[in-house]
């Protein structure tokens, strides 16, 4: 991962090396540093790692430099940081969807896609999903970011897993490929979709990613 300064570019081998030194001062204001995380997601987001400068996340969290020195060790420790608190959010979003005992397990997966695809069609398909973003952009660089993004994507193949299994159990898809498997494709064709969602600027590559799981990988056994 790479952020640079309003004049000069730091690469992430750079930033790896260098920790910026803890400064004394007064006590940073209470929520600073949520403020910070909260604004780096905004910021890496909408712009990439490669693209996103300290003075610019400081300055859309609207606060000053110096707190940033005193929460984060690194640029690295911070990225690592924003890529938790965007995982664990749509981790809540992702639980809200699986867990709802109110429809049945496929109906559940296939509602969690159906509202993220109208997520991203509002979005004009600019975003697409930050870990995979960081994924393309700064793992090969950093072993600190590939290990928060493999336990993160862990959590959620976990996730779909258990929902595929319990779909498989009431007899709602296929057991001939296990749950585990399932759901590794799954999120894999996922992000890989994403990625082609963004080059292209539509959502085709989404919705041919609906199509072939929900019609042909996951279609209902027959009598």
């Not at 940033?68 to 749509?90: G, H, L, M």
């Amino acid at each position: 991962m790479a952020f640079h300064s309003s004049s000069t570019k730091i690469d992430l081998e750079h930033m790896m090396d260098s920790r910026s030194p803890v400064k004394r001062g007064p006590k940073p204001k209470t929520g600073t540093r949520e403020r910070l995380i909260q604004s780096g997601i905004q910021t890496i987001h909408a712009s990439g790692s490669g693209g996103t400068s300290v003075q610019s996340i400081v300055e859309a969290a609207d606060v000053p430099r110096d707190p940033f020195t005193i929460f984060f060790p690194s640029k690295e420790a911070f990225a690592a940081e924003v890529i938790d608190a965007y995982s664990n959010r749509a981790q809540q979003r992702l639980r809200g969807f699986l867990l709802n005992q109110a429809i049945t397990p496929r109906a559940r997966l296939e509602a969690y896609f159906d509202d993220r695809i109208e997520a991203f069609r509002t979005a004009q398909y600019v975003r697409g999903c930050l870990m995979g973003n960081f994924s393309a952009e700064a793992a090969d660089q950093s072993a600190l970011i590939r290990d928060r993004l493999t336990k993160h994507f862990g959590v959620w193949w976990e996730l779909l897993e258990a929902c595929i299994a319990e779909a498989q159990k009431q007899e709602e898809l296929s057991d001939q490929i296990s749950a585990s498997l399932l759901a590794k494709f799954l999120l894999n064709s996922w992000e890989g979709a994403l990625l082609r969602m963004r080059a292209e600027k539509s959502d085709t590559p989404l919705l041919d990613f609906k199509k072939i799981v929900f019609k042909k990988l996951f279609e209902r056994p027959r009598s």
